[in-house]
């Protein structure tokens, strides 16, 4: 007689230890189905095994390409991050959505610093809840830096602990001051401050000869009664503001904002273009030949140590704006190009902390903030577009480029976010206009009565 065989699983204990054994498939039914369903059992054990190893696997993928491609190590070059010719390290030079972990051998360091900390840099829509809510207490003229994303929040930390311009503030912080002494605040200071090549070591390099004798507000033709300063944000785009914009006397621009085939949002006009350091150094600016810097007032900067020693900056700047300097005063000795003296920027760095009581991180201001102070001292009125973001705030960085990041915005490298909450305190606002057109109205110093 013939009997069939199957695996019998037998229990030592508790323990579910399977031994094969020989039975008749007659004798022991409840055996045959006990082996099969152990046998289904490790099979979908298996399977699961599987699936979880796959999904480990793929969720480490997505996570190393997701962090490769938004990690951005900045680059100290002076850019500008912000709306209003904004510091793209705020990074960069020409900054991609690219990590990049290449430092700067201390040879080059003339031609541009390293710096450290990365920043998150995020592509997705500004509707983002927490930077509405951000956008909304700077209309109101109260914010925190609390209010900020954590990649901005710990940008700022760590800039705060690299410290590399080694600033020693020892001033006091005042946050309540109101509009008019803050006004008196900047006006009793006299900010404005350009080289005149009467200091070492420029006079020893014969400078007094190459700067322009007059100095920046005895060459225009006594202050202009209306000014623009036009932000370079990516927010003034279907503004419809150029029109506007050419209405006033003068109008100042940014770094390489151009007015080409932005007309209807940025206009035309343009008086006086605030550059940085980067513009001039980086040939990919064409600083040498391009329209954008031709027949107007430049005025150039470079941060310089905070300890104001001039030698060391010369020798060592954040981009070489001296050597391009000088060629484009032999170029077009005619042109007004004046170099702001460091001392300008850091005296402006020292009342923005004045008004804070927070720590402001210690990097110099942005080129937007150095403008409008700037046109304050040579205008009796003026309107600043989208320094102040409208309703139509946006990740991308500047109006003529496709870039984005919300450190253009609200800071990373600059102090933007202190900026900002400084010029809405010392402004005349209609809560619509600035909401709809981004516009901000001060008064120029000249208007500005101190006791």
Not at 75 to 83: I, K
Not at 175 to 185: G, P, S, Y
Not at 311 to 335: C, G, M, N, V
Request: hydrophobic content about 35%.
């Amino acid at each position: 007689m013939c009997f069939a065989l199957t695996r019998v699983p037998f229990f030592k204990g508790n323990e579910k230890e399977i031994h094969t054994g020989m039975i008749h498939d007659n004798l022991n039914p409840e055996a045959s189905l006990a082996w099969q369903y152990m046998m289904k059992k490790k099979k979908h054990q298996k399977l699961f095994l599987v699936g979880v190893v796959a999904w480990a696997l793929l969720s480490f993928i997505f996570f190393f390409q997701s962090t490769d491609s938004n990690l951005i190590f900045f680059r100290a070059s002076v850019v500008s991050t912000s709306a209003l010719g904004n510091k793209r390290p705020i990074d960069a030079p020409r900054v991609e959505n690219k990590a990049s972990t290449e430092q700067p051998k201390q040879k080059d360091r003339r031609r541009s610093r390293a710096i450290i900390p990365p920043v998150m840099q995020q592509n997705s829509s500004l509707d983002e809840s927490w930077v509405d809510k951000v956008v909304r207490g700077l209309w109101m003229g109260w914010a925190s830096s609390d209010m900020l994303s954590s990649d901005l929040r710990k940008a700022k930390k760590d800039y705060t602990a690299i410290n590399l311009y080694r600033v020693t503030y020892t001033g006091y912080w005042k946050k309540q001051r109101d509009k008019k002494n803050l006004l008196c605040q900047l006006k009793q200071h006299k900010l404005l401050r350009t080289l005149t090549g009467s200091e070492e070591p420029f006079v020893s390099l014969g400078w007094q000869k190459l700067v322009p004798r007059q100095p920046l507000e005895e060459a225009i033709s006594g202050p202009y009664r209306t000014c623009a300063v036009v932000s370079s944000a990516g927010a003034i785009l279907n503004s419809s503001l150029g029109r506007e914009i050419d209405s006033h006397d003068a109008v100042l621009r940014f770094n390489a904002a151009p007015t080409e085939g932005y007309e209807n949002d940025v206009g035309s006009k343009t008086t006086i273009r605030v550059i940085n350091s980067q513009i001039m150094a980086d040939p990919q600016h064409r600083f040498a030949d391009s329209h954008l810097y031709k027949n107007i007032t430049l005025v150039a900067w470079d941060p310089g140590p905070y300890s104001g020693n001039l030698e060391k900056w010369y020798k060592s700047p954040d981009h070489d704006l001296f050597t391009a300097y000088i060629e484009h005063r032999k170029r077009s000795p005619s042109q007004h190009f004046y170099i702001l003296h460091p001392g300008f920027l850091w005296n402006l760095w020292d009342i923005l902390q004045s008004n804070t009581e927070e720590n402001v991180h210690p990097n110099p201001p942005s080129s937007g903030f150095i403008g409008i102070i700037l046109m304050m001292s040579i205008c009796k009125n003026l309107d600043v577009y989208e320094f102040i973001p409208s309703k139509r705030h946006t990740t991308l960085c500047h109006y003529y480029e496709q870039y984005h990041d919300f450190a253009c915005t609200l800071g990373a490298y600059h102090p933007l976010f202190y900026e900002k909450l400084l010029i809405r305190r010392m402004s005349t606002v209609s809560l619509d206009e600035l909401k709809t057109k981004g516009k901000v109205t001060l008064p120029g110093f000249s208007q500005i009565k101190c006791t």
